[in-house]
Antibody, heavy 122, light 113 residues
């Protein structure tokens, strides 16, 4: 059973960098699939942030591209999100997820982490 | 970018009755390589992550009750619950995965009347 778990600070100051890690269990990232990040501001809808393959190939949402970096560490079976220059608008629950097709990013996420709330505030 | 618009924003249906949620994309999401529509439906309950219910517009994910069905093609899609159960109360989202940036509808809140 594939499981994902987000971790990282729950509070980030404005203008700083948000950093989250997703630890995957039950499947080796290096064996395939794209892995991604999605966020949800409190009481609002879902926004796709980006996907990464085990090779390091990435796809980002253009609305965030200048501030986002997604990376993968296959030795730790983890992938990570960095979002720079955060503002209050970046306050959200951040989910990590697995994309359901083995080697195609154009597929829906099927396994999701429980999510972690990150608040941007001084 | 493809904009996904759901209707209605909220819906109240009696137990045992049919519930219908609509989703419209600003451009076709029909994937020519497999002639399937790159459209998914998710169910989200409070405090939980979204759960994939339907993909390729009409394929139910394993374990999803058969009272849930998806239909539509091109730009217009529908999620139907044939006989509403209490456990179906949730927010439902559609998503296009045809092209990046992948985008979601604003959500439809389904309640019991």
């Amino acid at each position: 059973q594939v499981q994902l778990q987000e971790s990282g600070p729950g509070l980030v100051k404005p203008s700083e960098t948000l950093s989250l890690t997703c630890t995957v269990s039950g499947y080796s990232i290096s064996s395939g699939y794209y892995w991604g990040w999605i966020r949800q501001p409190p009481g609002k809808g879902l926004e796709w942030i980006g996907n990464i393959y085990h090779s390091g190939s990435t796809y980002y949402n253009p609305s965030l591209k200048s501030r986002v970096t997604i990376s993968v560490d296959t030795s730790k079976n983890q992938f990570s999100l960095k979002l720079s220059s955060v503002t209050a608008a970046d306050t959200a629950v951040y989910y990590c997820a697995r994309v359901s097709c083995h080697s195609d990013t154009n597929c829906p996420p099927d396994y999701w982490g429980q999510g972690t709330l990150v608040t941007v505030s001084s | 970018d493809i904009v996904m618009t759901q209707s209605p924003d909220s819906l109240a249906v009696s137990l045992g009755e049919r519930a219908t949620i609509n989703c419209k994309s600003s451009q076709s999401v029909l994937y020519s390589s497999n002639n399937k529509n790159s459209l998914a439906w998710y169910q989200q309950k409070p405090g939980q992550p979204p759960k994939l219910f339907i993909y390729w517009a009409s394929t139910r994910e394993s374990g999803v009750p058969d009272r849930f069905s998806g239909s539509g093609s091109g730009t217009d899609f529908t999620l139907t619950i044939s006989s509403l159960q209490a456990e179906d109360v949730a927010v439902y989202y559609c998503q296009q995965y045809y092209t990046t940036p992948y985008s979601f509808g604003q959500g439809t809140k389904l309640e019991i009347k």
